[in-house]
C-alpha cells in the first residue's frame, strides 16, 4: 500500500484495550495497534493481533529444542488457534511457557520419532527426572518477526532452560535476544509498499479524538512518517 493509505484506520482511544479484529479470510492475519496523541506523536503503547482461519501446527524433533538424553527419539507437537496466541503490550512476544508444564497439561502433544504416540509419557518422566537435579529443560514463546517480503512473520521461538529460570533473568524476557527459531509462519495483511522509505504493516491508530487526528494527517501526511518510522523501529 502507498502512503499515505488512501483511509486511514482511526478509533477512539478507549477501544485500545477491547479492540479484537474481524473475522479472517486468510490462514495467518495479524493488526497493529498503536496509540496516537492528539498531535500525531506515537508515542503511546503498541500491541500486536492475531487471527485466522487455520490453526498454527508445529512439529519438532526435541533434539532441536532439548538437551536431554534420547531426545532425538521424540517430536514435539504443537497446534494453536492464532486468536488465542496473545502478545503482550509493547513487545512483539508472548509470555515464556514451560515446555514441562505444557506437556503435562496436553497442549503440546510427544509423538515417537519413529511414528505413534509418547503414550507412556516417557518423555515428560524423564525430563521431569532430570529437571530435579538441574536447571535441565526448555521454554517456548510466539513471536512477531520482520519478513523477506516487507511485512512480518509468526515465529515459534525456544530456550534450551526452564520457564522460570528465564523469568527470573529480565533479559531473557527482552524481544531482542539469541534464540532457537523453530518454525516460522507467513503472515498476511495490508503493507507499505516502501514509499518514503516506509515499509512493514499499516498499523490501526487509536487517540482520544479520532477525527481531529484524521485531519491532520490528510492535512500533513508526511509530517506522520517519522513517528509511523519510530514505530516500525520499536
Known sequence: ????????????????????????????EAEVCVQVSRSGLADGCFKVLLNGNENVVASI??????QMGGSNSYRLNIERRPRDIIFNINSMCSDWED?????????????????????????????QKESRKTANGAAFRWA????????????????????????ARPILRQDNIAIVVAKVWQIFGEAFDGNGHLGGPVPSIFTEQPEELR???????????PELNKLASR
Open 1 to 28: 500500500m502507498r502512503y499515505p493509505p488512501a483511509n486511514w484506520r482511526i478509533y477512539n482511544a478507549d477501544q485500545f484495550t477491547v479492540h479484537s479484529m474481524g473475522d479472517p479470510t486468510t490462514p495467518l
Open 61 to 66: 524433533s526435541a533434539a532441536n529444542i532439548i
Open 144 to 167: 512477531v518477526g520482520a519478513a523477506p517480503n516487507g511485512f512480518i512473520e509468526l515465529q515459534l521461538q525456544f530456550l534450551p532452560a526452564p520457564a522460570n529460570v528465564i523469568q
Open 215 to 225: 485531519a491532520k494527517l490528510e492535512e500533513d501526511p508526511q509530517g506522520f512518517l
Open 99 to 127: 515446555l514441562a508444564e505444557e506437556i503435562a497439561r496436553g497442549s503440546v502433544l510427544v509423538g515417537l520419532a519413529g511414528g505413534g504416540d509418547d503414550n507412556e509419557r516417557t518423555m515428560l518422566k524423564r525430563l
